[in-house]
């Protein structure tokens, strides 16, 4: 049984951590299987094209700017061999599982169990993928997703080795532009996220296998929130000193979950940056986003960051409906306010799966809807796209010297390009 994972196509070049859990998987259940794995942001068409013609299953795990490029991917094996049974995953089929021509099934959800059922013989054009225990999960096969390649561009661009770990799963969040906002599309069957978290001295010990391994100088995590559990976090950071595992982290925080305690606790286990949501500086677009952050938990979250010694990154999203120019002008006083180490200025982009996606209006934008940092459709009810796109514009340039990679990437090339792996995913 052979078995190509592919992560499509996209600019950037984070690992492919979710394929990197579905190998282990995999291989711990049928150990002769052999894997393949190609990445489109290193590997060109006709190379992974040629590596997947000789597989039983060809699996390919997309976002929605990264379906296009899969699409017509698959749609080449399929045209060379149509006995290969192709998969997709991910989440934009995720949210949105209508049948493609170029697959033969799509999996809702996680990956692990359902990718197993199909290599096991399973033939039908829907999975719906169940939520995995950690305890059933081995550590993502960072050798089959080739982490050194991205390890590799991380370095050449900052100087530093990183990569990225899963401390849980799931978000108890359902803030209004991201997909997780929609657990139900991931979990039909649950009332509430499923949330499942590592054992503190699992990850710790996976971070001290893996920076000895990787040769790391900085450890991320994917998690959108990382801080969804205040005793989790102090349970992490006290198993982190205890196991003497030093290397400096770096996690997406909820500035509404967060005490001068939790930073110090945090700095004391080798936090050096953290990342944080602003979105707004408008109280009143706080409240419509529904994250449940307020100006005064992003103002003290920030504050209580600085005063433990950590940098911050803030991230701020233009565009919600009913953002307005008074609305905007808060962000940027909140933003001059908050002096951070980093910002990025993104525009809202209504992926399907998020509740600001609107078939109707959205779906016949799919094809050239690339995302949040070069949409150029997405208006307010009283803001047009190019006046969001000037205020874009207007507070990049303010920021000029502490924009995030991303932003700087995107003015660099004016466009967001696919196929291009010039850029990190710090
Ligand atoms: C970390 C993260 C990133 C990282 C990179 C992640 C990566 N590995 O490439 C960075 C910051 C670079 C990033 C970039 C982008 N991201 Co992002 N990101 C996330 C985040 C926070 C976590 C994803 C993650 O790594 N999870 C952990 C790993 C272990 O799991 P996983 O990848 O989800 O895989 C599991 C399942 O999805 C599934 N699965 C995945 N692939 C496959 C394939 C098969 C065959 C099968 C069976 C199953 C399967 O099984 C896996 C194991 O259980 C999610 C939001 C969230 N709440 O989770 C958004 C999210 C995935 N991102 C999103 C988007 C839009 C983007 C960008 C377009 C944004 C941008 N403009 O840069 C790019 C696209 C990057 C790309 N390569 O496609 C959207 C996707 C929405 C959609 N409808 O497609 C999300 C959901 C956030 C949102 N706005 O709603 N992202």
């Avoid at 990225?164 to 359902?174: D, K, L, V």
């Avoid at 949501?277 to 994250?291: A, C, F, N, T």
Wanted: proline fraction near 6%; charged fraction near 25%.
């Amino acid at each position: 049984m052979k078995i190509t994972l592919i992560h499509g196509r996209y600019f950037n070049s984070w690992e492919a951590l979710g394929l990197g859990y579905i190998g282990a998987y995999l291989r711990s259940h049928l150990p002769g299987v052999e894997l393949n794995f190609f990445q489109g942001c290193f590997d060109s068409d006709d190379e992974i094209i040629a590596g997947s013609v000789n597989s039983d299953i060809v699996a390919f795990s997309c976002t929605a700017p990264t379906l296009g490029s899969s699409r017509a991917i698959a749609g080449a094996v399929k045209q060379r061999d149509p006995g290969i049974w192709t998969v997709v995953g991910g989440y934009h089929c995720s949210a949105d599982p209508r049948p493609l021509p170029e697959f033969d099934c799509i999996v809702v959800g996680e990956g692990e169990a359902a990718m197993l059922d199909i290599a096991r013989g399973r033939r039908v054009p829907l999975v719906y993928g169940r939520p995995m225990s950690f305890q059933e999960l081995p550590w993502p096969d960072r050798y089959l997703i080739r982490n050194e390649r991205n390890i590799r561009v991380a370095c050449e661009d900052n100087g530093i080795r990183i990569t990225s770990f899963q401390s849980h799963r799931a978000c108890p969040f359902q803030c209004k532009y991201c997909l997780d906002g929609f657990n139900k599309v991931l979990y039909p069957n649950a009332r509430k996220a499923p949330m499942r978290y590592r054992d503190p001295a699992d990850i710790v010990a996976e971070l001290a296998d893996a920076t000895r391994t990787w040769r790391l100088d900085l450890v991320k995590f994917s998690d959108p929130t990382w801080n969804t559990d205040i005793r989790w976090v102090r349970e992490f950071c006290a198993e982190k000193v205890r196991q003497r595992v030093g290397v400096p982290f770096y996690p997406n925080i909820h500035a509404t979950l967060t005490s001068p305690e939790m930073m110090n606790d945090m700095r004391r286990a080798g936090c050096t940056q953290i990342a944080v949501g602003v979105e707004s500086g408008s109280p009143k677009i706080l409240r419509q986003i529904g994250k449940g952050t307020t100006v005064s938990s992003i103002r003290n979250c920030i504050r209580w960051a600085k005063d433990a010694g950590i940098a911050v990154r803030a991230y701020f999203i233009l565009g919600m409906p009913e953002e307005t120019v008074a609305d905007l002008e808060l962000t940027e006083q909140f933003a001059d306010e908050l002096d951070v180490d980093e910002y990025g200025f993104t525009i809202l982009c209504p992926y399907p799966g998020t509740q600001m996606y609107d078939p109707r209006v959205h779906e016949p934008l799919l094809s050239h809807m690339t995302d949040e940092y070069s949409n150029d459709f997405w208006a307010t009810n009283s803001v047009s796209n190019a006046e969001l796109r000037q205020w874009q514009r207007r507070l990049t340039a303010k920021f000029a010297d502490r924009l995030t990679w991303h932003n700087r990437a995107v003015q660099d090339h004016s466009t967001v390009s696919a196929g291009e792996p010039y850029c990190v995913t710090y």
